[in-house]
């Protein structure tokens, strides 16, 4: 069964970079089957996508994080990673990954447990 | 850009039925998808395609999609149901396509 795992600090400071890392096991990341995304949920508010990423490398970004955000991937150790910088108390969320499906109308399934990131000095 | 609106929360006693609707400019030509999220938990797929289950999720749970609004049925609801729920669609002529609801909360009472 595929299982995503974040890891990565919980606690950023203001204009700093953000560096979260998601670990997949039980399937391999170089499925041709499936993007690799990000989605954060501020504390008590609803979900946004951040973007995904296919194993080639090829990837997409919210535009309104598009200027902040990379998503890596790293075929050798089944991982893919967030970086977003400059960050701001409004970066303040719980950050999941998942993998997302390459249908015409995709969907995300698994996510990862999610890890809270708080932007604090 | 393309925009889902639900309903904030929605109550329902249990062993009844408990319907979540999401609405958006002409929702039936798209496929919607469901997330159950529990409190302190990961979204999990409850509905995909508008109407499929995967694996493992109870067949009281239902989907349908027509028009402006899709809808989530949630048949003899358990107190265990008791969560937020997101729909989600593609949009490939928003950026970013992937769009979600505000969420619901469902409430057992």
């Known amino acids: 069964q595929l299982q995503l795992q974040e890891s990565g600090p919980g606690l950023v400071k203001p204009s700093e970079t953000l560096s979260l890392t998601c670990t997949v096991s039980g399937g391999s990341i170089s499925s041709t089957n499936y993007y690799w995304g990000w989605i954060r949920q501020p504390p008590g508010k609803g979900l946004e996508y951040i973007g995904t990423i296919y194993y080639s490398g090829s990837t997409y970004y919210n535009p309104s994080l598009k200027s902040r955000v990379t998503i890596s991937v790293d075929t050798s150790k089944n991982q893919f990673s967030l970086k977003l910088s400059s960050v701001t108390a409004a970066d303040t969320a719980v950050y999941y990954c998942a993998r997302r499906t390459t249908v015409t109308h995709p969907w995300f399934d698994p996510w990862g447990q999610g890890t809270l990131v708080t932007v604090s000095s | 850009s393309y925009v889902l609106t639900q309903p904030p929360s929605v109550s329902v006693a249990p062993g009844k039925t408990a319907r979540i609707t999401c609405g958006g400019n002409?929702?039936?030509?798209?496929?919607v998808h469901w997330y159950q999220q529990k409190p302190g938990q990961a979204p999990v797929l409850v509905i995909y395609?508008?109407?499929d289950r995967p694996s493992g999720i109870p067949e009281r749970f239902s989907g349908s999609n027509s028009g402006n609004t899709a809808t989530l049925t949630i048949s003899r609801v358990e107190a265990g149901d008791e969560a937020d729920y997101y729909c989600?669609?593609?949009?490939?002529?928003?950026?970013?396509?992937?769009?979600f609801g505000g969420g619901t909360k469902l409430t057992v009472l």
């Open positions: 002409n929702i039936g030509s798209k496929s």
């Open positions: 395609y508008d109407s």
């Open positions: 989600q669609v593609w949009d490939s002529s928003s950026d970013p396509p992937v769009v």
